[in-house]
């Protein structure tokens, strides 16, 4: 047991950087344009982002704070994910500055809107895949003592879905044509998806030749 450097989270640990994120990762982003119910448009990222259940949709992200994103959301019920694409990583990056409320992200990283269909808020033009969502549940976690930390999960459920025709070919969307990046941890790292790093690993269809043999 002595190969392994052991902490409790909280304590000092020897480490220059705490390695949580890192270790959680890559991560999806979760880009996340929404609209105040006086009519401010805003689109944050959130690395702490991923998909839920199936059917239906759910997808989520956590914001760490009272953030405008999370203010607009719980006002309207209503947000568009939009897929980061290594093209747009550097507009992404631009829409986390900590602008104030009044300050259009859209306008800030020169991005293009299009309308949404069902939904309020805008979605980014060019990014290949955007999803409609309606909040379903918007939750302050609390630590194992029971205690409420400043962080909310924030779950809705996909309602409509554009995804580029470029993106689909023989009737299946194709993740590599989009150069989806993900949050790789570090204070800037991030990693794109690309061919050399995608392998297959069908699922079991049973449970023969995995549970041991009773012979």
């Known amino acids: 047991m002595t190969d392994f ?6 304590d000092p640990n020897g480490l220059l950087h705490d390695p949580f994120n890192a ?13 105040s119910s006086s009519g401010s448009v805003n689109l944050a990222p959130y690395s702490f ?6 059917k239906p949709p759910i997808i ?10 999370v203010r607009n959301i719980q006002e309207t019920g209503e947000f568009v994910w939009n897929l980061v694409t290594r093209e747009l990583v550097e507009a992404m990056n631009i829409s986390c ?7 259009n992200e859209f306008d800030a990283a020169n991005l293009q809107t299009l309308p949404s269909e069902t939904v309020r808020p805008p979605r980014v033009a060019d990014s290949p895949v955007q999803f409609e969502c309606r909040l379903t549940q918007c939750i302050q976690l609390q630590n194992h003592h029971g205690d409420q930390i ?14 580029h025709r470029k993106m689909v070919q ?6 590599l044509a989009a150069r989806t990046v993900l949050r790789a941890g570090g204070p800037g790292d991030y990693v794109e998806i690309q ?8 699922r079991p269809s049973s449970l023969e030749g995995i549970l041991p043999s009773s012979d």
């Open 150 to 163: 400043s962080t909310w999960l924030v779950l809705g459920e996909v309602v409509r879905v554009h995804i």
């Open 97 to 103: 500055a900590p602008f104030p409320s009044e300050i």
């Open 49 to 54: 982002f991923n998909a839920f259940n199936y």
């Open 170 to 175: 023989a009737s299946i969307y194709q993740p």
């Open 23 to 35: 270790i959680i990762g890559p991560r999806p982003i979760g880009w996340i344009s929404s609209i």
């Open 195 to 202: 061919p050399d790093a995608v392998f297959t690993l069908l």
């Open 60 to 69: 989520g992200f956590a914001s760490i704070g009272w953030k405008d994103t």
């Open 5 to 10: 450097h052991t902490y409790s989270p909280g």
